[in-house]
């Protein structure tokens, strides 16, 4: 299907819009993470991904691990609209009893391909499946989110040696750069220095793209899937994009919110988005 | 009847017998692979590298990516084995085996080498005392402590057919052949050695072989014991505890391994909400490992058939 950047625009709004839902009934959340991503979790599952909701374990899909794992209502919300869990779900977030945990679970969420929360772990994981596929001759590609503070994590660059070493083309690493952890910006509390550069040395293929404009991820995910060399793409995101009560709070980690704030966040979204819309109609 | 006089050690190294058992359950499913940190030499497993290329992957010196890319073969359907020192197998990797393993309920067997004092002249840096405890505290897992090669196939086997993870604490070096090579062994279901009446030793490992010295020692003092092999320390075969708490009414449990934590915690466990009978401990108390031969250390850390007796006697005085 040819790509169309005003419908996979359309679906980051709805996507974007449906996180806020999502951690709106439970009036907190890790909203500035969960913002960062939205435009590339609906680029992943409207343009590039392999998945069916129908046949979620199908041994050929391509997976998505969620390494930030605290930024699940995000891909909770893009998993209610791909129809593996429903809308109504979303309202149940944190809930006792819940299929939808702050921390993504393979276990309890349809279409959740790896549990992550423990940051870190997820690409060691995803690589792990990517030579499962490779040795069993299944067919798909893991794509695999972490994010920049948490790159920290000294076994991230064990899992990029190995990933290097063994020319694992069918794991792609995304960086959901956003410059900010939980305490702060990631250059004041531990300087990443040049992401680009350290992934050449570890041996993978560097790519940048505007983590916020769909047709830049979308173009370089497709020249990630066809490379020869395993591939890190850096994502260039803000914290907190496209949510105004998270844009103008320079700690937006983790907020808590109301109802009103939500539905003001909304709105904006689809004001932003009719925007863009009409300037794209208008050139 | 075993006679510890006719018990002579094992034709295979530990880590031998092990191989052998990957490579025969690897012959009839090809989902079976193995995963090395850079101890394949020490582990044992370089045959099976040979005969599976394909299915054999020495990560290098990176355990906690190993588990988590074990973790990540197992979800397509691959059965990994992944090995390491005990100390590396466990303690380094905890919160990966915990959450990239078992919380996920996904398919990787870990098996730790060097158990406890045959981590010889690697020392306090490689000897695993803690293993068993940190592995313990983890819901659902399986514990497995062979106690010579012919238990080591049935756990291979076992790990081979039964999806979950499963921690195998082992030695690498010949032990003494307590069975039958052919003998035949149920995981989770405590091996009983000898039936007597007065005291019930509980072993596993290498101290199996202390509790059978231990019992002719008892015999020819007039006290009869029982000795229980427990090769499965979780889940923990509770019916034969209580079964033989209730027979012999004093128990010792012999382990190489700290005394907080393992296999006579996990035993005490049970006595306490169940029969709380006199129960002593053989094992490492408040102690990190050393340098030295394997007679050394069991020497330096009383982990012998003399200890067990003297602790076997203080149980049966402590009955009221």
């Given at each position: 299907m040819k790509f169309c950047e005003k419908a996979t625009k359309t679906v980051s709004a709805e996507i974007r819009k449906l996180t806020i839902t999502c951690m709106e009934s439970a009036g907190y959340g890790h909203i500035g993470g969960s913002m960062s991503l939205c435009d590339m979790l609906a680029v992943l599952y409207n343009d590039i991904m392999v998945v069916d909701p129908k046949n979620p374990k199908d041994k050929d899909r391509d997976y998505l691990v969620l390494s930030k794992g605290h930024c699940g209502p995000a891909l909770y919300a893009t998993l209610a609209y791909k129809g593996f869990i429903t809308k109504e779900d979303l309202k149940t977030l944190n809930k006792g009893g819940t299929k939808l945990p702050s921390h993504c679970d393979r276990?309890?969420?349809?279409?959740?391909d790896i549990s992550t929360g423990s940051l870190g772990q997820g690409l060691s994981m995803a690589s792990?499946?990517?030579?499962?596929?490779?040795?069993?001759?299944?067919?798909?590609?893991?794509?695999?989110?972490?994010?920049?503070?948490?790159?920290?994590?000294?076994?991230?660059?064990?899992?990029?040696?190995?990933?290097?070493?063994?020319?694992?083309?069918?794991?792609?690493?995304?960086?959901?750069?956003?410059?900010?952890?939980l305490d702060g910006y990631v250059d004041d509390i531990c300087k990443q220095f040049s992401l680009?550069?350290?992934f050449n040395s570890f041996g993978l293929e560097a790519y940048e793209a505007d983590g916020h404009n769909v047709k830049s991820i979308y173009e370089t995910l497709i020249k990630a899937r066809n490379s020869q060399k395993p591939v890190a793409i850096i994502m260039q995101t803000e914290k907190g994009f496209g949510c105004n009560f998270a844009e103008i709070n320079g700690f937006n980690h983790y907020m808590v919110f109301n109802s009103e704030q939500a539905d003001s966040a909304r709105a904006e979204i689809d004001r932003r988005l009719r925007n863009h819309l009409e300037n794209t109609r208008a050139k | 009847m075993i006679k510890v006089k006719d018990i002579k050690l094992s034709e295979l190294e530990m880590r031998g017998a092990y191989c052998d058992a990957l490579i025969a359950?690897?012959?009839?499913?090809?989902?079976?692979?193995?995963?090395?940190?850079?101890?394949?030499?020490?582990?044992?497993?370089?045959?099976?590298?040979?005969?599976?290329?394909?299915?054999?992957?020495?990560?290098?010196?990176?355990?906690?990516h190993a588990v988590g890319f074990s973790a990540g073969m197992s979800e397509t359907g691959m059965i990994p084995f992944f090995h390491a020192f005990g100390t590396f197998a466990t303690r380094r990797v905890f919160d990966q085996v915990f959450l990239s393993c078992a919380y996920q309920k996904l398919n990787v067997k870990i098996i730790g080498g060097d158990a406890g004092v045959t981590a010889t002249a690697n020392g306090g840096t490689h000897m695993p005392f803690e293993d068993v405890g940190i592995m313990r505290?983890?819901?659902?897992?399986?514990?497995?402590?062979?106690?010579?090669?012919?238990?080591?196939?049935?756990?291979?086997?076992?790990?081979?057919?039964?999806?979950?993870?499963?921690?195998?604490?082992?030695?690498?070096?010949?032990?003494?052949?307590?069975?039958?090579?052919?003998?035949?062994?149920?995981?989770?279901?405590?091996?009983?050695?000898?039936?007597?009446?007065?005291v019930a030793i509980i072993a596993c490992g290498i101290m199996v072989y202390e509790a059978l010295k231990a019992r002719e020692i008892l015999e020819a003092e007039g006290i009869s014991a029982s000795v229980i092999d427990m090769h499965t320390i979780k889940p923990l075969d509770e019916k034969t505890i209580l079964k033989f708490a209730k027979e012999c009414s004093a128990m010792v449990v012999a382990e190489n391994h700290n005394a907080t934590s393992g296999l006579g915690s996990a035993v005490a466990e049970v006595l306490i909400e169940n029969n709380p009978i006199p129960m002593e401990r053989v094992a490492v108390f408040e102690s990190f490992g050393e340098v030295g031969t394997q007679d050394f250390l069991q020497n330096k850390f009383k982990l012998t058939?003399?200890?067990?007796?003297?602790k076997a006697k203080k149980a049966i005085s402590r009955k009221k």
């Open positions: 276990v309890k969420t349809n279409g959740i792990g499946v990517a030579m499962g596929k490779r040795l069993q001759g299944f067919k798909g590609t893991v794509y695999c989110i972490v994010g920049d503070g948490e790159l920290q994590e000294g076994q991230n660059w064990e899992a990029i040696q190995h990933i290097a070493h063994n020319c694992l083309t069918n794991v792609v690493l995304i960086v959901d750069n956003n410059k900010r952890q680009k550069d350290k | 359950v690897a012959e009839k499913n090809d989902k079976i692979c193995a995963i090395d940190a850079d101890v394949q030499f020490s582990m044992g497993t370089i045959p099976f590298y040979k005969k599976f290329p394909s299915r054999g992957i020495n990560c290098g010196i990176m355990e906690a505290t983890i819901p659902n897992i399986t514990i497995i402590e062979p106690a010579d090669p012919a238990i080591y196939k049935t756990a291979v086997q076992y790990m081979a057919d039964t999806h979950g993870v499963c921690y195998v604490r082992s030695c690498r070096r010949k032990v003494w052949q307590i069975y039958d090579e052919n003998a035949k062994f149920e995981i989770g279901k405590a091996n009983v050695l000898f039936k007597g009446k007065d058939a003399e200890e067990i007796v003297l």
